[in-house]
């Protein structure tokens, strides 16, 4: 057997991989929660809610319509979406101009009633969601064997933050965005709806944290609290990251999940902690974070 | 003005005073020390959020950690109750002082993220080492005699004994916010740069309220594994922190009571709705969002603003 500082290659290769698949969790995550922060301020709490509505909303797709997997991925970012532009007209948008903290309180409420409205309906346990026909089996990559739908996971949020990435550094609605979170008054005075971006781009935001929950569903159990322990991994991303960079919340991502993989291998105990390691490491050493602004 | 309270508050204190000497003969004394224990925790939490403008989404940590370190020390060591609470409360200060050296460098939300993140290290911490138990927690914690002494089975000694710590700790917090040191914390809420400007090290004032707030809220958190004999995952978890942001919002921030009437009102949402499952966690949310939206000042903040009193 191949064996890497006393470690066995496979499993190596095996942690890489489950690190990459959690590091494109946390790379789409991020990237949603960093672009709503920048144009609306707000930290938004209920992210790992609504990723997790994102899963049942597949669930749910499938089991009271028969509507697959396939369709779900385009489905349930809309509907997510929709309730998160639901979410800014009706509360988020009431905070304006107010401290911060107030945003970050008011999502924390909404990430609780969503998570207790789901344990209620659902139980703590959550329900089973099966791996699409097409991607279920293994696929050999001739150095290890890997399950098909875990390659998908990790190529589908790669493409996906690449798209938004490209959204935002390349068009022209990206440029408009890029500016009123720069300075939305003046946007606003050469006939930029601001208000109607903000609200589309909180949705657009949640609705990349449902596509990362479609993505999930077939992982574990569809269940309530699948976001909450995310979203504190989340903060730390962007953290380390810092938020001024949408490269820089994908790129952090993906380390994070890797640097978390490679310590399962060598010190499984503290797989746990290590982003939060690496977190204090960052402040230390670079308190705007990697690739933030120095304020 | 004695003591740095203004007439409204005497009367307050008084009135509290009564309430805490009355309660255990009306209502179940457990469920009233749980109150006290939350509201000392919640005004050791507000120390930061009401006067230095610091929120703090890692006070679980310390409420926690107060808890476990009281619990072992109780159990394992044999300590008598004042020095098992005290020990809690070190612990508390320490990890304070850790994560408050960390956390000051940045500010505002970020403040609130890093703290978050700090708490949940404490979290795994606990869930892995061998002296919390992991996920059993220490169980049957017995209920230390005070000065190895005194008895504390009976549940009114022990009430004697937490209402003690309680009022101590809330008549600091009090001394605290009106000392000169106090002064300067606001003055750190209101106007950062200015108060640089003025010469003061708002670094070290602001790590100073921090490490006095964990303090406290190690002894609230060793007081309440006292109280029910047992120390759980349940007080290091993030939700906890989330806790004691909702009791002090619904009770008003920057107020001296608000955040023991939070206490009391979350105390008892929680004993009454326990019954209903997760619908507590659905009643929590509900309150946050419409505090946050259309309640800023708390149940005291709204209060003193429409009696026109300083409370």
């Known amino acids: 057997m191949v064996m890497i500082f006393g470690k066995p290659l496979l499993l190596l290769y095996g942690q890489l991989t489950l690190g990459l698949i959690n590091g494109a969790f946390y790379a789409l995550l991020s990237l949603g929660f960093a672009v709503i922060f920048g144009l609306l301020n707000v930290i938004n709490f209920a992210h790992g809610a609504l990723f997790m509505l994102g899963a049942f909303v597949t669930w749910g797709l499938l089991t009271y319509l028969g509507i697959g997997y396939w369709a779900a991925l385009v489905i349930a970012p809309i509907v997510v979406g929709a309730l998160g532009v639901a979410l800014e007209k009706l509360l988020i948008a009431r905070l304006h101009g107010l401290d911060h903290l107030y945003g970050l309180l008011l999502t924390f409420g909404c990430a609780l009633v969503i998570e207790g409205l789901m344990r209620n309906q659902f139980g703590s346990s959550g329900v089973p969601y099966a791996i699409p026909h097409a991607l279920q089996g293994p696929l050999n990559l001739g150095f290890m064997v890997l399950p098909l739908y875990r390659a998908w996971v990790v190529i589908a949020a790669a493409a996906m933050c690449l798209v938004t990435w490209l959204l935002i550094e390349k068009t022209r609605l990206g440029a408009t965005l890029r500016a009123a979170t720069e300075n939305a008054p003046l946007v606003q005075a050469f006939g930029v709806n601001v208000p109607r971006l903000v609200t589309l781009t909180y949705g657009a935001g949640v609705g990349l944290a449902a596509f990362a929950g479609v993505l999930a569903a077939p992982m574990n159990s569809v269940n309530p609290n699948m976001g909450s322990n995310l979203i504190v991994v989340v903060f730390a991303t962007v953290v380390i990251g810092g938020l001024g960079s949408i490269l820089g919340s994908i790129i952090t991502g993906f380390s994070l999940g890797i640097i978390e993989g490679l310590t399962k291998v060598y010190y499984p105990e503290g797989s746990a902690t290590v982003v939060f390691v690496v977190m204090v490491i960052v402040l230390l050493i670079r308190p705007a974070g990697l690739f933030g602004k120095a304020a | ?311």
């Open chain 2, 1 to 311: 003005m004695s003591f740095g309270f203004s007439r409204a508050q005497a009367v307050a204190l008084v009135a509290m005073v009564a309430v805490i000497i009355v309660a255990p003969a009306l209502l179940y004394p457990v469920f009233v020390m749980k109150v006290l224990c939350f509201g000392l925790f919640a005004s050791a939490f507000n120390l930061l959020i009401g006067y230095v403008g610091l929120l703090s989404l890692g006070h679980a940590a310390f409420f926690g950690m107060g808890s476990y370190v009281a619990a072992y020390a109780a159990k394992s060591w044999g300590l008598s109750a004042e020095l098992a609470i005290l020990a809690g409360g070190i612990v508390g200060a320490a990890i304070g002082l850790v994560f408050g050296w960390l956390a000051i460098r940045r500010q505002g939300i970020y403040f609130a993220m890093i703290t978050l993140a700090l708490a949940q290290m404490v979290f795994f911490f606990c869930l892995q080492v061998p002296f919390t138990g992991g996920e059993d927690g220490i169980q049957q914690v017995p209920r230390a005699p005070l000065l190895g002494l005194i008895s504390m089975q009976d549940d009114m000694s022990l009430y004697w004994l937490i209402a003690g710590i309680f009022l101590a700790g809330f008549l600091a917090i009090h001394r605290i916010v009106h000392s000169p040191f106090g002064q300067v914390l606001k003055a750190i809420r209101e106007n950062e740069p200015r108060a640089i400007s003025l010469g003061y090290r708002v670094d070290d004032y602001k790590l100073l309220a921090f490490v006095l707030s964990a303090f406290l809220a190690g002894i609230a958190g060793a007081a309440k594994s006292q109280v029910f004999g047992i120390a759980t995952l349940t007080d290091v978890d993030w939700t906890m922190s989330g806790e004691v942001v909702l009791m002090t919002l619904l009770g008003g921030i920057g107020t001296i009571f608000g955040p023991v009437i939070g206490a009391l009102v979350f105390g008892g949402l929680e004993t009454y709705l326990a019954q209903f499952g997760d619908w507590v966690t659905v009643t929590q949310g509900a309150i946050f969002i419409l505090c946050v939206l259309a309640f800023r000042r708390g149940i005291v903040g709204e209060v003193g603003a429409r009696l026109r009193l300083g409370l």
